[in-house]
């Protein structure tokens, strides 16, 4: 489900807050993906990029976010 507000979540080693999340990707946030039953996100949109959430290890909930610009004519 795609939702335009602000959903929480955290993982092993963060959790992470609107505010933190933007600071961390340096934009701002528009909509994220989530699917049901899960308590990360799968997609979190921005003005200028779609971050894709990617799950680093197997034993520990840990992410990193691969950022891919929306119009990759307008790479800043």
């Given at each position: 489900?795609?939702?335009?507000?602000?959903?929480?979540?955290?993982?092993?080693?963060?959790?992470?807050?609107k505010s933190s999340f933007e600071k961390q990707v340096d934009d701002v946030f528009e909509a994220m993906c989530l699917e049901e039953g899960k308590d990360i996100p799968n997609y979190i949109w921005t003005?200028?990029?779609v971050v894709v959430i990617k799950n680093n290890?197997?034993?520990?909930?840990?992410?990193?976010?691969?950022?891919i610009p929306r119009d990759p004519s307008v790479i800043r």
């Open positions: 489900m795609i939702l335009k507000e602000w959903k929480d979540f955290g993982t092993d080693a963060e959790f992470y807050t003005k200028q990029y290890t197997r034993m520990i909930n840990d992410v990193s976010f691969i950022k």
